[in-house]
């Protein structure tokens, strides 16, 4: 048995059945959880889930994706961010922009990522290239979203930032209807999580075992 599979097998860290738990709690649950992960399951997993993301059709017709670089221990993007560009897709990466809100570049190969260290914060692999502004991302006809977990309303929990909080704005206010898809491990698609006002559903969620779709998104 992989080391992959016996991740996921692993039980629930929270099921969502107690009363709603504050975020910042939940956010370092699911984190220290992902910070225990070995370097080789971090690693097959994000080549599983290229392989699994790239079955989807949202993907297979997207022109333009809006996605991003993982780090540390995140469920990789890399392997799905360079089989894109081998299509021919146009892909686009955020740069963090100091108010949190994100900018965006397109990705050209590892060659065209920079490792930017914003403060205090982790450091961020971002588009070495040209910036094309916080409205870039309207174009993209699949949005690749970070987090830490989701429910089965298709409910995120991000890291609390609030980038992707104004990303989503952004698509609402100017009439997108991109796809929006999380990748994850399969501990962290859960029955519940914590939401507000603002929280947007996203359509698919991607995990080393398969796509889980929602239809209330």
């Not at 070995?38 to 889930?49: I, S």
């Not at 990705?107 to 502004?133: C, D, N, T, V, W």
């Not at 409910?155 to 609390?160: I, Q, S, T, V």
């Amino acid at each position: 048995m992989s080391a992959l599979r016996r991740v996921q097998e692993r039980p629930v860290v929270h099921d969502g059945r107690t009363s709603e738990p504050d975020k910042r709690k939940l956010r370092r649950e699911f984190l220290a959880v992902r910070n225990r992960l070995p370097e080789d399951v971090v690693r097959e997993a994000g080549d599983t889930l290229a392989e699994r993301a790239l079955e989807l059709p949202e993907l297979a017709r997207a022109r333009t994706v809006a996605a991003y670089v993982s780090v540390g221990s995140e469920p990789g993007t890399l392997a799905l961010l360079d089989a894109l560009r081998a299509r021919g897709v146009r892909v686009l990466l955020p740069a963090l922009l100091p108010d949190n809100d994100l900018d965006w570049g397109e990705y050209a190969g590892p060659g065209s990522l920079a490792r930017i260290q914003h403060g205090g914060k982790m450091a961020l692999f971002e588009p070495s290239g040209e910036r094309l502004g916080p409205d870039a991302v309207i174009a993209a006809d699949v949005v690749l979203l970070p987090g830490l977990a989701v429910d089965a309303r298709g409910m995120r929990l991000g890291r609390g930032g609030g980038s992707y909080d104004r990303v989503l704005a952004r698509l609402e206010r100017a009439g997108a209807r991109p796809a929006l898809v999380v990748l994850l491990y399969d501990t962290e698609v859960v029955a519940r999580v914590p939401e507000e006002a603002h929280d947007q559903p996203v359509h698919a969620v991607v995990t080393p075992s398969g796509v889980r779709r929602f239809t209330g998104a």
